[in-house]
């Protein structure tokens, strides 16, 4: 844009917004605005030409307010002044709140009409797979080009009490969901083992450290017969196949998990991030089936 005959370059962030601001000549910063959430201004240096700026809109500098076309938005409070006239996404419950705005993802989405939320050009969401009938026994394939480690894991054999153990883990902590998450958990646990330097599977799910513990492991174990049994019983027969090197691992060396609703908001986000977050701290991310 020019102003008073100087060209200057506004460079945008992600979701479009005028960031930084660069004299057209020279390439020198002039101005910048880094925003929160809900596009109010946390920072600001040297001034802006330019009155379109969070997601590209118009900013009201009088009424603290942003024209988004079809109506006002408010920074502050994170929503519309005016109600949606028309309800664009009836099956998403954040879409039912005609004040919200972007159903509430402000980091993800914009919306330039003031009507539909939309995600930023090039975005494309992770593709989720079906998740296993959770009575079946569907064994996991490893994608494809994924080098399974030594089986037995670690090029180790168990002992008996290992694989108990395990078998407990497996089904205390991820038992109600089904057969692709006791797979999952199993291997987060053997994961840990091979990784952290502990001594066998009964210290490594009975570690009591802060953040570390697997809580299903302190679970008592239900009576003969209960419905609960059978899933043990199932989770006792994973554990020993998984040992025994019949699985590979589905988690890429993941030491931490997560459970999420298949196809939620949360679940989308934690396979976006777990893909960046450190290995060391790296999660498992699978469905949870309801």
């Not at 009201?60 to 309800?87: C, H, K």
């Amino acid at each position: 844009m020019r102003e008073n005959r100087t060209l200057y370059r506004l460079l945008a962030d992600h979701l479009g917004s005028t960031a930084v601001t660069a004299n057209g000549t020279t390439g020198a910063k002039v101005a910048e605005v880094r925003y929160k959430a809900f596009g109010e201004d946390r920072y600001t240096f040297g001034t802006t030409p330019t009155t379109y700026r969070y997601t590209g809109q118009r900013r009201e500098a009088a009424l603290g307010l942003y024209f988004y076309n079809a109506r006002w938005y408010d920074p502050f409070l994170g929503r519309f002044v005016q109600a949606d006239t028309i309800v664009p996404e009836p099956g998403e419950p954040q879409g039912l709140n005609r004040f919200s705005y972007c159903l509430n993802n402000p980091l993800r989405r914009t919306d330039p009409t003031g009507h539909q939320p939309r995600d930023p050009i090039g975005y494309q969401p992770p593709v989720l797979e079906d998740t296993p009938d959770t009575n079946s026994k569907e064994r996991i394939s490893p994608p494809t080009g994924y080098k399974s480690p030594p089986f037995p894991p670690g090029g180790r054999t168990y002992s008996e009490e290992e694989m108990l153990a395990l078998a407990h883990t497996m089904w205390g902590e991820e038992g109600a969901i089904g057969t692709t998450a006791m797979i999952a958990v199993g291997w987060v646990a053997v994961n840990r083992l091979l990784q952290w330097g502990y001594s066998d599977l009964v210290t490594t799910v009975s570690d009591v450290e802060f953040g570390v513990q697997f809580q299903g492991y302190w679970r008592s174990l239900p009576a003969e017969g209960a419905d609960e049994y059978i899933v043990y019983q199932e989770a006792s027969e994973l554990a020993r196949d998984l040992l025994s090197g019949e699985f590979a691992d589905p988690t890429h060396g993941a030491t931490y998990m997560g459970n999420y609703e298949l196809g939620s908001e949360e679940h989308r986000a934690a396979q976006s991030w777990s893909t960046y977050f450190p290995k060391e701290y790296h999660f498992a991310i699978f469905g949870m089936v309801q």
